[in-house]
């Protein structure tokens, strides 16, 4: 049974330039949530995908999007990319939401 | 939206002590109250969680305790060992899924 998985585990992007990460889901979750992390503060919800909808979002601009496939993967994706975009980005998935969630490894994203 | 508090920021004690970590949270439609442990440079773990209808929950030496009145759920670690020395996070969560995490809390486990 896989756990959460998340591609690629390190990028290097410059400002201006966009960037797509991707996240599969643990077998049987159908909910994915996306978080930002930067170093040595706790991880910040930028958004929840349910059905291929975006159900919840926290308090990022419109830069970060994504989606969800038919077959629970989800990508964020970041446009624009800021020097400050530079973090930790971390996929969690559970059995809908407010439920317990599982976290993949992590994308660390170096903006420069 | 949600405020999360986490205290102390950091915590030192000796192998064997106990360790507690309170978090503090804003929003009273949060029904789910998860702590997880981070290592570094790895993802964070779901170590105990505890819904609101429960007011207590253990697992070995982890336990969690919760006062929805007050707004306030505590981690407490028992006959601690290096091994639990990690970033620990409080994340309350409502029905619709938002997650927000508190600051974290570093414990350090002295041999």
């Known amino acids: 049974d896989a756990g959460v998985t998340q591609s690629p585990t390190h990028l290097i992007k410059t400002r201006g330039q966009q960037v797509t990460l991707r996240c599969s889901p643990k077998s049987g979750h159908d909910t994915v949530s996306w978080y930002q992390q930067a170093l040595g503060q706790g991880p910040q919800f930028i958004f929840q995908?349910?059905?291929?909808?975006?159900?919840q979002r926290g308090n990022f601009p419109d830069r970060f999007s994504g989606h969800q496939f038919p077959n629970y993967s989800s990508e964020l994706n970041v446009n624009a990319l800021l020097l400050g975009d530079s973090a930790l980005y971390l996929c969690?998935?559970?059995?809908?939401?407010?439920?317990?969630?599982?976290f993949g490894p992590g994308t660390r994203l170096l903006v420069l | 939206g949600e405020n999360v508090e986490q205290h102390p920021s950091t915590l030192s004690v000796q192998e064997g002590d106990s360790a507690v970590i309170k978090c503090t949270y804003s929003?009273?439609?949060?029904?789910?109250f998860p702590w997880y442990k981070q290592e570094l440079g790895k993802r964070p773990q779901l170590i105990i969680d505890i819904r609101s209808n429960v007011g207590e929950k253990k697992d070995q030496r982890i336990a969690v305790t919760l006062n929805k009145t007050a707004k306030h759920f505590s981690l407490h670690i028992t006959e601690t060992q290096p091994e639990d020395s990690a970033v620990y996070f409080c994340a309350p969560n409502t029905n619709a899924g938002k997650s927000t995490f508190g600051d974290g809390t570093t414990l350090t486990v002295k041999p």
């Open positions: 969690a998935s559970s059995l809908g939401s407010g439920e317990t969630q599982y």
């Open positions: 995908y349910y059905e291929e909808e975006e159900r």
């Open positions: 929003d009273s439609a949060s029904n789910y």
